[in-house]
């Protein structure tokens, strides 16, 4: 149980393009889901909380509107990388939370890789 | 400053040798410590959650264990499989979303 899965799982793209990135919970709904960035042998970083129905909320020096997230349904996050450049390529990394009001665990996706050229 | 450290950055270990990696953290008001195995190229797997001191939750051949300060994993006879990071986070309340996670303990076990 408590699966997430993440698309797509690498993107190679041009500067100054958008990309979207999605995340969903397959076996549970999530009201909660988190969108982390992981640079090679750091810690997650945490992005922004996205709330279902709600506007998210962006953790200190995340720019909101170069990284849009969505939360349109209780199953479904989506975060856009808009007007790409190198310095945004990393590991970005989605989790869901299967509990309500509890202190559950997060449960994560396999992560899409961003390579901006 | 809120802060988790994990330690050692990387272990090596031979199949069937045994070892401890630790967690210690420095945040007030422990809601919850939660154990994540990551492998390359892939999102943190889920492994324990640990909320009180003295407790302990074991998983085949992990047993992690929490202090007031500190969490350790202990990984007994280990096999070439369990290589991977193994990550700590901790919770200290409020939104869900106040988890603090260490850099990661990476763990290769040799055959």
């Known amino acids: 149980g408590a699966v997430v899965s993440q698309h797509p799982s690498w993107v190679i793209c041009k500067s100054g393009t958008s990309v979207k990135i999605e995340c969903r919970s397959l076996d549970f709904q999530a009201t909660t889901m988190f969108w982390y960035r992981q640079f090679p042998k750091q810690s997650l970083m945490l992005m922004a909380t996205s709330n279902e129905g709600s506007k998210a909320t962006y953790e200190q020096g995340v720019e909101k509107d170069k990284f849009l997230i969505n939360h349109a349904s209780l199953t479904l996050s989506t975060l856009t990388v808009t007007s790409a450049h190198p310095e945004d390529s990393s590991f970005y990394i989605c989790?869901?939370?299967?509990?309500?009001?509890?202190?559950?665990?997060?449960?994560f996706g396999d992560g899409t890789r961003l390579s901006i050229l | 400053e809120d802060q988790v450290t994990q330690s050692p950055e990387a272990l090596r270990l031979q199949e069937g040798e045994s070892s401890s990696l630790n967690c210690s953290y420095t945040?007030?008001?422990?809601?919850?410590l939660f154990w994540y195995r990551q492998d390359p190229g892939k999102g943190p797997e889920f492994l324990f959650t640990l909320y009180s001191a003295g407790e302990e939750k074991e998983k085949e051949r992990l047993k992690a264990t929490l202090t007031k300060k500190e969490s350790f994993l202990h990984i007994t006879a280990p096999k070439p499989e369990d290589s991977a990071t193994y990550l700590c986070a901790v919770y200290y309340g409020g939104s869900q979303g106040n988890l603090i996670f260490g850099k990661g303990t990476k763990l290769s076990v040799k055959p």
């Open positions: 989790s869901a939370l299967t509990g309500r009001g509890t202190i559950s665990p997060q449960h």
């Open positions: 945040v007030s008001g422990l809601r919850g």
